[in-house]
């Protein structure tokens, strides 16, 4: 029995040396697998917070070009929790020579209909899920609070055209009315009016 043991032991502790061997190989080998995944993770970690903070800047940059409703807009918008990504894309005025609203009226003109055509084309060509504020403005004529209802009237007239001719969802816009109290040009003049009474269409997602 003494003799089958002498000759048992050393083969087993060969086996066993052996073993060690190809098990602090196996270890070393998905200890190197694992640092390679962890790095890849980490890369793309970073890369993602790269790209992330890339656009926050680029939100940042288009937020200070913006006009001050336009940030004000924003602002409304990420504190009812309306954007799915926070971003503020851009802002169109309907307040050129072509689409100026009347004195006292908030009808849109042919041109302001043909205006809101192709905004309407360029949100469905975009195909994002944006949020639209649509800011009434008047100029100083009358009192102020007859133009807080007639910049409201102009807002949504806008609003009502955009969901009826284009089916723009109603939840995907408000309307907000400035009154006279946010003028791009002199009240003293007949042109510095006519670019008052506008209407502004802040774009968000």
Request: hydrophobic share 40%; glycine share 6%; proline share 1%.
């Amino acid at each position: 029995m003494r003799r089958i043991l002498r000759g048992v032991l050393p083969v087993l502790a060969i086996a066993l040396i052996a073993g060690g061997c190809a098990t602090k190989k196996y270890v070393q080998t998905e200890m190197e697998t694992m640092e390679a995944e962890v790095g890849e993770r980490m890369d793309g970690i970073e890369t993602r917070v790269e790209e992330n903070q890339s656009a926050i800047e680029e939100n940042e940059e288009r937020l200070a070009a913006a006009s001050e409703t336009a940030r004000d807009a924003y602002d409304r918008a990420v504190a009812a929790g309306l954007l799915a990504e926070g971003k503020f894309l851009y802002e169109t005025i309907l307040s050129s020579d072509r689409f100026r609203f009347e004195v006292d009226r908030a009808e849109l003109s042919d041109e302001a209909r043909a205006a809101l055509d192709e905004f309407a084309e360029q949100l469905k060509a975009e195909n994002k899920n944006v949020f639209v504020e649509i800011q009434g403005h008047t100029d100083s004529t009358g009192s102020e609070s007859y133009n807080l209802k007639l910049g409201e009237q102009r807002a949504e007239a806008v609003r009502r055209y955009l969901s009826e001719r284009h089916g723009i969802a109603l939840h995907r816009m408000s309307i907000i009315s400035y009154g006279e109290t946010a003028p791009i040009s002199e009240n003293d003049t007949r042109e510095g009016r006519a670019l008052n009474r506008r209407v502004s269409l802040v774009v968000l997602q």
